[in-house]
């Protein structure tokens, strides 16, 4: 088989782009290999799948070159000048998507070449259309910056001959501050949020001490760039992350809610994650309403469709089971039916059998139907994701539990101990905290459950009611207070 690196690549183009990659390889300015334009032609006979006997490289120089002893050395070195193209087509399909990136790029060959007329002709409408951009996200503030820069090496060469100086120098300084300061600020606290809520989940080594001066800055000194929509989001969002007040969570709900036409949808998408992070977080610290605040914030989330990262590709499979949970844990059975049926075509199909199984059997766990729960459970082949290995497991305990199948319940708990303890690493230790605290608690249930000891219950039920940070905590309040 000739490179999989090739064919991979040329199996992910459209039919549109693969046409289009044709006329880029068989023109002269691009390609001058007429061999490299035979292996075109040769190839689109099995696009897009690019799986047949007739790719294997014996066949395919024979087919190049009738008549010929095989050359192996030959034919790579066609390959490669074919991938080279594919290359740089896909560069230039990422240029031609920006148009003004490409401006700014012209602008700068226009400098080059001193070109005033058509320079100042450019200029003026690239800073209108960059003014007319919707999101005022990092890239604007950098494309800001960068125009500026282009005018100053305008204004440098052209020695302001015969023009007003000032014309020509109204905003200079500001822009240069506060352009690129604003790319650097959006990008920095975009970044620092990242890493905290991936922090809540997994554990990192990261030194914040630089961006820590940087949050004290915009807190107690400036006046001006928290203001930004951008910044001021990114802001509260780590404030919210890291000291979890429920005034930073409104400032963000706010934003969420009304200033939806001034974010992307990568931040909104981001936004609601972090959101839903804080709801989760005042659930396992006992406040009340979080749960029906958590479902009103997916159901927004379902209607403007920010159920993936970037659009065109597969529903979020951690979202898409945390919507189930939440509206099984509201006992809105109907809903959360209709919402496996309408979206699970949307799952990867790589995790689909894992997200789908799962869902139904929470949902039927929620509904009572707990031999059905352990069935879907069982139905389920391979776990990829670690973020699913755990609720699977917590569920099947649970399932165990309410079928008195109290012996595969020990086995299963010290099957999960050990895979917490070859795991922890890929773990925060919070999340590896409310699991043990979960597996302590539900192991004495277990005992208890078999003892009837209602002193040990009642401490038992003491001592939950004090612990915040434990998974299945509302269950496991409802077990104990059935067997007291």
């Known amino acids: 088989m000739i490179s999989a690196t090739l064919l991979g690549m040329l199996g992910k183009f459209s039919a549109k782009e693969f046409k289009e990659f044709g006329e880029f390889v068989k023109s002269p300015f691009f390609n001058k290999n007429i061999h490299v334009k035979h292996l075109y032609e040769y190839l689109k006979k099995f696009y897009p799948a690019f799986k047949d006997q007739k790719l294997d490289k014996e066949v395919v120089f024979a087919n190049l070159f009738e008549g010929k002893k095989?050359?192996?050395?030959?034919l790579r070195t066609v390959i490669y000048n074919m991938g080279k193209l594919a290359e740089d087509y896909l560069a230039y399909i990422n240029f031609r998507k920006d148009d003004l990136n490409r401006g700014i790029n012209l602008l700068k060959e226009l400098n080059e070449r001193k070109l005033e007329k058509v320079f100042l002709k450019y200029y003026s409408e690239i800073e209108e259309d960059i003014n007319a951009l919707t999101y005022k996200n990092p890239d604007y503030f950098y494309k800001k910056y960068e125009l500026q820069n282009q005018l100053e090496e305008y204004m440098d060469w052209s020695k302001f001959k015969h023009k007003d100086f000032k014309n020509y120098t109204k905003n200079t300084l500001s822009y240069i501050d506060d352009e690129l300061t604003s790319f650097y600020l959006s990008k920095a606290l975009n970044h620092y949020r990242f890493m905290l809520d991936k922090n809540m989940y997994e554990q990192l080594d990261y030194n914040f001490d630089f961006i820590e001066h940087i949050m004290d800055f915009l807190l107690n000194k400036d006046t001006h760039f928290k203001e930004k929509i951008k910044i001021k989001l990114h802001l509260y969002e780590v404030l919210l992350l890291k000291e979890k007040k429920e005034e930073y969570y409104k400032i963000l709900k706010d934003i969420f809610m009304n200033e939806m036409n001034l974010l992307s949808r990568s931040d909104l998408y981001s936004l609601h994650n972090i959101l839903q992070s804080y709801c989760v977080y005042m659930s396992f610290n006992a406040a009340g309403g979080y749960l029906k605040e958590r479902f009103d914030l997916y159901r927004i989330c379902l209607s403007e469709k920010l159920y993936s990262a970037t659009e065109h590709i597969y529903f979020d499979d951690l979202l898409f089971g945390n919507i189930v949970n939440t509206g099984a844990s509201v006992k809105d059975f109907i809903w959360t039916e209709s919402f496996i049926e309408e979206y699970k075509g949307m799952?990867?199909?790589?995790?689909?059998?894992?997200?789908?199984?799962?869902?139904r059997a929470r949902l039927a766990?929620?509904?009572?139907?707990?031999?059905?729960?352990?069935?879907?459970l069982n139905d389920i082949k391979t776990i990829k994701h670690i973020q699913y290995k755990l609720p699977v497991r917590d569920l099947t305990l649970l399932c165990f539990y309410e079928l008195n199948m109290l012996a595969q319940s020990a086995y299963q708990i010290?099957?999960?101990?050990?895979f917490?303890?070859?795991n922890k690493s890929f773990l925060s230790d919070d999340r590896f905290e409310r699991i043990m605290n979960f597996l302590k608690f539900y192991t004495k249930l277990v005992k208890n459950k078999e003892k009837g000891n209602i002193k040990e219950l009642l401490r038992l039920k003491e001592e939950l009611e004090k612990l915040n940070n434990i998974t299945e905590k509302r269950w496991l309040t409802e077990k104990i207070k059935e067997l007291v």
């Open 70 to 74: 095989y050359n192996d050395g030959f």
């Open 347 to 359: 799952i990867s199909p790589d995790n689909a059998d894992v997200v789908v199984n799962y869902s």
């Open 365 to 376: 766990f929620a509904k009572g139907e707990f031999e059905k729960a352990l069935w879907l």
């Open 414 to 418: 010290d099957s999960y101990r050990h």
């Open 420 to 422: 917490l303890t070859n």
